[in-house]
C-alpha cells in the first residue's frame, strides 16, 4: 500500500517493474545530457585556448584553462569596428531592463487592480482588448515604430527601446496582476471601502502588500523577454546603443580575421548569465509566469 | 460639521467611481496607438506603392499581387511549414514524454526539471550562437564523432541548403521543448489521484491509463500549448538569423527575416507590411476564436 503510494501507478517489487524503473532513470539522464550538453560546449570552449580548439574536439577538456577569451570578449572584441567588446551593450541592456521592467509592472499592478477590484462597466472588453496585444507577431508594428520613434526624436537610442518594450510588456503585466487579483477576496476590499478607504489608499495600504508573488512573477517575466530581445533591438537601435544581444549577434558574425570561436562562446555566456543567475534562483517564478503566459481568462 | 463630513465621504466615493478608469486610461490608451493603431497602419502601407519612403495614395492589392509572385515568399513559407510542424511535433513528444515520466514521484524531479527548462531563460541568439558552434561542419559535432573513431560520419547540415531549415528545428526544439514539459506536468499534478488509483484497480497498466484517460484529459493543456508552440514559430526571427542568418543564400528565410529583410535592407515598405499583415492573419485565425472562448468561459 505504501509503496505503491511511493511508486505512482507503476507498481515496483516485480521484476518487470524494477527493470521499468532503470529504464525511466536512463531515458531522463539521456535528456539531462542533452539539454546540458551545449552549456557545457560553451563554458569548456570559452576556457580553451584557440589551438587546442582546432586539435581537440567539442567536449575535449582545456590542457590550458585560460579566461583570456572571457575578457576579451568582455573588453576588448571587436563588435563592428568597436572594439570593447560586450561591456557597453551589456549597459545599454541593463540602462533598457531596468526603467522598461519598473514601468511596465507598476502599470500592470495599476490596471489589475482597477480591472478586477473595481469592475466598471466595460472593464472586461479593455482588459480584452488589450490582452490581444500578447499575441501580434511583432513584425506587424515595425514600420509604424520605426517612424513613431523618429517624430519622438528617440531612434537608436535607449530611451526609444525603453518605450518599446514597456508598451508591448503591459498586456503581459495587466494579464499577470488581473489574474492574481482575481484570486484575492473581493470582501478584504469591500470591508475597506465600508470604512472609508479611497481608491488609492486600498490599492497601497492593503492590497499591493499582499501581491509580492505577482510582483515577482512580472518582474522576473519581464526582465527575462526584455533582456532577451533581439527584433526591437536590431530594428530600432543603431550600433553604439544595441542591447547586449545584439552586439553578440553582430560580434559572431563578424568574418573578419580569425574566427575566435572562444570569444564567440565566452560572449554567449556574457549575455546569458543574467537571465541564468534569475532563472536558477527564482525558476518557480519563472515557471509560473510561463504557465500564466498559457493564458487563463 | 458632520454634513461636511458625509460630504467628503460621497466626494470620495464619486472620485472612486471614475478614478479605476482614470488610472487604467493611458494603458488602455497606449494599446489602442500602438497595437491597433500600428496595426491599421501596417495594413494601409499594404494597400500603396510605398517603396523606399512611405507613400500614402491608396493603390490596392498591388503589394498582396507582387508578394505572391515573389518566389522567396514560397521558399519563406515552405520553410515556415516545415519547420513550424516538426517544431510543434517534437516539442509536444519530448514535452510530454518528460512530464509523463517526472510524474512517476521521481526524487530528483525538482533538479531535473530545473535542467530540462533552463534553456527558456536563454535568448534565441544564445541559442543560436551555442548550437551553430556545436553543428559547425569542421570543427563540430563531425570531428567529436570522427575522433571517437566513426570516421565516415559527415555532418554539414549547417552549410547544406536541402537541410538547413532542419538545424534551425534540432536548436529551437532544444530551447522549447522543457517549456511543454512544464506545462503538461502542471496538468498532470492537477489531476485527481482518485482517477488514477480507479483507472489501476480496473486493471489498466500505465500505458493505458495515460493515452485512454489521463492524455484526453489535457486537452485544454493541448491547447494553449499549441496555441503557444504556434505563435513561437510564426514569429521565430532570433533563431533563424543567429543560426543561419537565413543562408545559405535565402535557404532558411522564413515569414519573419523575409518581412524585416524587404523592411530595412530592401526597403519594399509596402511589400514589407503585406508579408507582416499576412503573418498576423495567420495568428489571428488561431487566437481570436481561442482568446474569445477562454475569455468568455473565464466570465461564468
Redesign the interface.
Known sequence: MSARQVHGIVRPKSAAATFLRLLLFAVLGLFVLYYLMPLIVMAITAVKPLDEIRTGTLLSLPKDVTFEPTLRAWDSACVGVRCEGLKPYVWNSIAMVIPAVVFSTLLGAINGYALTKWRFRGADVIFGLMLFGAFIPFQVVLLPMARTLGVLGLAGTVPGLVLVHTVYGLAFTTLFFRNFFVGVADGIVQAAKVDGAGFFGIFFRIVLPMAPPAIVVTVIWQFTQIWNDFLFGIAFTVGDSNPVTVALNNLVASSTGVKEYNVDMAAAIIAAIPTLIVYVFAGKYFIRGLSAGAVKG | MARTATDL?TR?KR???W???V??A???A???F??????A??VY?SFTKSRVM?RYEFAGLIQYIRLWETPRWYVALENLVIFGVLFMAFCMA?GI??AI??????RAEGV?R?????????????????????L?PT???E??MH?MGWESFQFDWLVDREMAIYTIVIASV?QSS??VM??FL?GLRSIDDEI?KA??VDGAG?IR?YVGIILPMLRPVFL??F??LM?LA??S??LV??LT?GGPGIATDV??TF??SY??QRSE?GL??A???M??IT??AV?VP??YS??????K
Not at chain 2, 477562454?294 to 466570465?299: I, M, N, T, V
Request: glycine letters at 4%; zero cysteines.
Open positions: 465621504v470620495l472620485v472612486d467611481l478614478l479605476p478608469k488610472v487604467v493611458p494603458s488602455f497606449l494599446s489602442l500602438f497595437v491597433y493603431g500600428f496595426i497602419w501596417t502601407i512611405p519530448i514524454l518528460l515520466m517526472l510524474d512517476q514521484r521521481i531535473l530545473t535542467i530540462y527548462l533552463y534553456p527558456m531563460a536563454l535568448s534565441f541568439i544564445v541559442t543560436g550562437t551555442a548550437w551553430k558552434w556545436i559547425n570543427l563540430g559535432i570531428k567529436l575522433d532544444w522543457g517549456y512544464a506545462l502542471a488514477i483507472a489501476a500505465p491509463t494553449s500549448a496555441i503557444t505563435h510564426i514569429k526571427y532570433d538569423v543567429a542568418a515569414p519573419a518581412m524585416y523592411a530595412f515598405l514589407a507590411a508579408s507582416a499583415v503573418m498576423l495568428i489571428m487566437v481561442y482568446l477562454e475569455l468568455r468561459a473565464g466570465r
